[in-house]
């Protein structure tokens, strides 16, 4: 099973509200990744948390908050966005980096 | 600075020939390739990947060419099948370094 769960599917939030996404992955992964995607451009990086810690934040403005409560789950805490800010938010886990499955993304608009 | 380039932003391939998807590289320092298929509001699934120190991998229909002293990879699929009407991303990465750089993505239309 290579199954990584992201919710909700959609989302639409003002630029005051405060609203997370979740991932979750029961595959006993170590690590676990945020990405977001733009439409027609590459994924992008945002944030990396291994073994529940915090290894790489690729300079993401602070409006955009991670956390990992535990090994399996993985929230994304949204407040203050831009509407430029909408787009396609991705979570992905591995073991090993050079394998590391996607879950089927949030569709972010900030209106 | 784009270290990873897809200069195919479309392909299109009839049905049960070879599929060949090209992928471009400018960081020699990369260890490892991977290969995503990516469906319209779904997350990149992932297809194979090669290790810098192979020239070749293969699973299946998919087999993954990598050409170290021109800095290319490409993805063979043969037979192609409508299912594999998508948008193919290739990846790099470094050891020690958990991020994957994305090319711009090629996308692929089969034709019944």
């Known amino acids: 099973d290579t199954e990584v769960t992201q919710t909700p599917k959609h989302l639409v939030m003002g630029m005051t509200n405060k609203k997370s996404l979740k991932c979750e992955q029961h595959m006993g992964h170590r690590a676990m990744y945020w990405y977001k995607q733009k439409a027609k451009k590459p994924p992008e990086l945002m944030f990396v948390y291994s073994y529940e810690k915090l290894s790489i934040n690729e300079s993401v403005p602070s409006r955009f908050s991670p956390e990992c409560p535990n090994s399996s789950l993985l929230n994304l805490h949204l407040h203050a966005l831009q509407p430029e800010d909408s787009a396609l938010y991705l979570c992905?886990?591995?073991?090993?980096?050079?394998?590391?499955?996607f879950g089927p993304g949030t569709r972010l608009t900030v209106t | 600075d784009q270290q990873v380039k897809q200069n195919s932003p479309s392909l299109s391939v009839q049905e049960g020939r070879i599929s060949i998807l090209n992928c471009d590289y400018t960081?020699?320092?990369?260890?490892?390739f991977l290969w995503y298929k990516k469906y319209p509001a779904e997350g990149p699934t992932f297809l194979i990947s090669i290790s810098s120190i192979k020239d070749k991998n293969e699973d299946g229909r998919f087999t993954v060419f990598l050409n170290k002293s021109a800095k290319h990879l490409s993805l063979h699929i043969v037979p192609s099948q409508p299912g594999d009407s998508a948008v193919y991303f290739c990846a790099a990465l470094r050891f020690g370094n958990e991020k994957l750089t994305f090319g711009t993505g090629t996308r692929l239309t089969i034709i019944p």
């Open positions: 992905a886990s591995s073991q090993e980096p050079h394998e590391q499955y």
């Open positions: 960081n020699s320092m990369f260890d490892y």
